[in-house]
């Protein structure tokens, strides 16, 4: 006859973990052949995103910058484990409720996964089977841990080192797999762009002032700031793309890849940056892209003269809502495919993106987007507006400071950093040490209005402590203004200051 015998400890919430790593390895290796955005993973953190609100997005991107989305699905997976700890305690001194509990899981995985996927069947397979694998695991394993015979404690231990290593393994092949699929990758790096209609003017050599610690005044893609709600990458190929453009018009229009490669396309340097930048801060970033002017394809839908919005949507569901005019005036607002040369990086909207000079991303700069619908804002909102951000997004005059960084030597040094106001741009910047008297820094050559500039100062520092703060003035005259404001809802405000050390 078989002995059960009473265990305490944290036998069973291992158990539970080593359930919970068997049944979401499968899950995810399932999601990365069958439909990659119904990871169970990627369903979770992808609703957590759509419903934090704003001060905990502003926090998270505070916090972590452009890793924000790892902190949250290690946030994500720190969580699991502690749920699947405490089910497999409660599976010991409760059974079934460990294993119900990770069946509850399961369905609500499902659930959100259906509800953020259009392939509803697909969509609720890896939730519930890593639910289901799990709670069968975390059934099984206990029980066998539970029985003092031999054989049966040496099969516990083969059977947990099976689960344990199996799950782990199922971890690293869907990423794997996740990796292998992802041929888009592959399919743009074949692409060669068409040459410009209109290319854009070359970037003058004095707009590069060269001082180490100073960002470049045109930003590698590889260090191009990456700001958006996707959790997994969209995998778009172009065959497979089109633009729908609907709403207040004549007509709809409907283009496709080679409609929009085989239209006159143009050359324009824009720096964009992102409502959610803190004073100072660097989620910003300046580049030469290629694209179709969006006012030709308004164009040629024929705009209803009440209509004052362009809604766009990205393949993930994304929306942004964009001032019409902001489209249709004289500015390079662009359906972006390159980037500083080659095709769109995947992560920064390939195959086609919105760029908009003079506006906030989250009004404007929609990546992988696939819908362009006419209205209005009394009709429609879009993503970050139902959350409580300003509607319309127009970029704040900033400036802030590159270098000097933490301490330097007594002597000459020189203070540099960045302005900008795309749209209206950057008419000067003044320095100011210990609140003394401003001074005017020199800036480097402006690409455009729609672009930001460098500027320097040089300064004779004095051994001690020393605050130094700088403030932009705009094209219109317009001075940087003093008041603190954070980014929401509309971006943050204020001067940057900074305290060295000179030694």
């Not at 004052?308 to 902001?326: N, Q, R, Y």
Request: net charge negative; proline share 6%.
């Amino acid at each position: 006859m078989v002995r059960e015998r009473v265990r305490t400890g944290p036998r069973p919430g291992v158990l539970g973990v080593v359930s919970v790593l068997l049944g979401t390895g499968l899950g995810e290796v399932v999601a990365a052949f069958l439909l990659p955005s119904a990871s169970p993973f990627a369903a979770v953190g992808g609703a957590l995103i759509d419903i934090a609100p704003s001060w905990a997005k502003d926090t998270a991107i505070a916090w972590f910058g452009t890793g924000d989305k790892a902190a949250l699905l290690v946030g994500i997976a720190v969580v699991l484990l502690a749920v699947a700890f405490a089910a497999g305690m409660l599976e010991r001194r409760r059974p079934p409720l460990g294993a119900v509990a990770f069946a509850a899981l399961g369905v609500v995985g499902a659930v959100i996964a259906v509800v953020r996927s259009d392939r509803a069947l697909l969509a609720a397979i890896p939730a519930l089977l890593a639910s289901g694998v799990a709670a069968l695991t975390v059934r099984g394993l206990i029980s066998l841990s539970e029985r003092e015979e031999e054989p049966e404690r040496r099969r516990f231990l083969v059977w947990t080192a099976v689960a344990t290593a199996s799950g782990l393994l199922a971890l690293a092949v869907s990423n794997v797999a996740r990796t292998a699929s992802q041929s888009v990758e592959t399919i743009r790096s074949a692409l060669r762009l068409p040459k410009p209609a209109t290319a854009a003017p070359q970037v003058p050599q004095a707009a590069e002032l060269g001082i180490p610690g100073l960002a470049p005044v045109v930003t590698p893609n590889a260090d191009f700031y990456r700001i958006d709600t996707a959790l997994i990458v969209p995998q778009v190929d172009p065959a497979d793309w089109s633009l729908r453009v609907h709403g207040m018009v004549d007509r709809e229009v409907v283009l496709t890849w080679d409609d929009l490669l085989a239209s006159p396309l143009q050359e324009a340097d824009v720096t964009l940056a992102c409502v959610s930048n803190t004073v100072g801060g660097d989620l910003i970033g300046n580049a030469r892209w290629l694209g179709l002017p969006v006012r030709d394809v308004l164009t040629r839908a024929g705009v209803h003269a009440d209509a004052d919005m362009v809604l766009s949507t990205s393949i993930d569901g994304f929306t942004a809502s964009t001032p019409l005019e902001a489209l249709t005036d004289e500015r390079d607002s662009l359906l972006a495919v390159g980037m500083n040369g080659e095709p769109l990086p995947v992560e920064h909207g390939f195959p086609v993106r919105l760029v908009v000079p003079g506006l906030y991303g989250y009004v404007s700069a929609t990546k992988w987007v696939t819908e362009l619908e006419v209205t209005r804002f009394d009709r429609a909102t879009a993503y970050w507006t139902t959350r409580g951000w300003s509607e319309r997004g127009p970029i704040k005059l900033q400036s802030r400071i590159d270098v000097p960084r933490g301490s330097v030597d007594a002597g000459e040094v020189v203070i540099a950093g960045m302005a900008w106001q795309q749209h209206v741009g950057v008419d000067g910047v003044e320095v100011r040490i210990d609140g003394g008297e401003w001074q005017r820094a020199t800036l480097a050559a402006a690409i455009s209005d729609d672009t930001w500039v460098q500027w320097h100062l040089a300064w004779t520092a004095e051994s001690g402590s020393h605050e130094i703060e700088c403030r932009a003035i705009g094209a219109d005259a317009v001075t940087q203004t003093d008041a603190a404001a954070p980014p929401a809802p509309d971006g943050a405000t204020g001067w940057h200051r900074i305290t060295i050390a000179v030694r």
